[in-house]
């Protein structure tokens, strides 16, 4: 089946240090979404991107889908201990049913103030 | 968020028993998907209904089943509830299916 792999799976740095999370498929995406959970939370959507080779900014988040449509990172620039959470990616794909999402499991970021 | 609410937000209950699940949005909106989701498994789809009467299978669909009477209620039922179900169940909502999704604040279901 279709899968979205996501590195790492942990990333803990200090207050003030950036943060990237990277995803990957085998195959070419329709789009990808990116939610954020905080712990106990639920996942909240962030953004989705279409375009091939489209960037995306929120504040201090960069937002990139691949060229290829096969992988997207998410940047954070000088991390806050606000950003603390678990960033999931999801992709769609072309073709069947476009109804679902497939998650990629996840990057649990901690912050040390 | 506001517009989807889960119930309940805590259960326990013992093995064999039938369990439902209720997601209720105020959105109007057309698509609504289970999920469950597990340490080292991220989010999983069980169950996903693209309009009223209209659902199919997720990947994790197994001892689940579904039904969506009115537009604004997807009850997810456990027919007999096992330890291997203990999870945190997320229904989500959204306009059409390629938008971002909108998550309730899910159910702990924990099986005795």
């Known amino acids: 089946g279709q899968q979205v792999m996501q590195i790492p799976q942990y990333q803990h740095v200090q207050e003030g240090e950036d943060f990237t999370t990277y995803c990957n498929s085998s195959t070419t995406l329709s789009n990808i979404q990116w939610y954020k959970q905080r712990p106990g939370g639920h996942p909240v959507f962030l953004i989705q991107?279409?375009?091939?080779?489209e960037v995306k900014k929120q504040k201090r988040l960069t937002f990139q889908f691949g060229e290829a449509k096969k992988n997207s990172s998410l940047h954070i620039t000088a991390t806050q201990t606000t950003d603390v959470g678990t960033y999931f990616c999801?992709?769609?794909?072309?073709?069947?049913?476009?109804?679902?999402?497939?998650f990629g499991k996840g990057t649990l970021l901690t912050v040390n103030p | 968020d506001a517009g989807i609410t889960q119930s309940p937000r805590h259960k326990v209950t013992e093995t064999g028993t039938p369990v439902t699940l209720r997601c209720h949005q105020t959105?109007?909106?057309?698509?609504m998907y289970w999920y469950r989701q597990d340490p080292g498994h991220g989010l999983r789809l069980i169950h996903y209904?693209?309009?009223?009467?209209?659902?199919d299978k997720g990947e994790v669909s197994d001892g689940y089943s579904v039904s969506r009477s009115k537009t604004e209620d997807f009850l997810l039922t456990l027919e007999s509830a096992t330890s291997s179900q203990t999870s945190v169940y997320f229904c989500?909502?959204?306009?059409?299916?390629?938008?971002?999704?909108?998550f309730g604040s899910g159910t702990r279901l924990t099986v005795v």
């Open positions: 989500a909502i959204s306009p059409e299916s390629n938008y971002g999704y909108t």
């Open positions: 991107l279409v375009k091939s080779g």
């Open positions: 959105e109007n909106h057309r698509y």
């Open positions: 209904s693209y309009g009223v009467k209209d659902t």
């Open positions: 999801a992709g769609q794909y072309s073709g069947g049913s476009n109804y679902k999402l497939t």
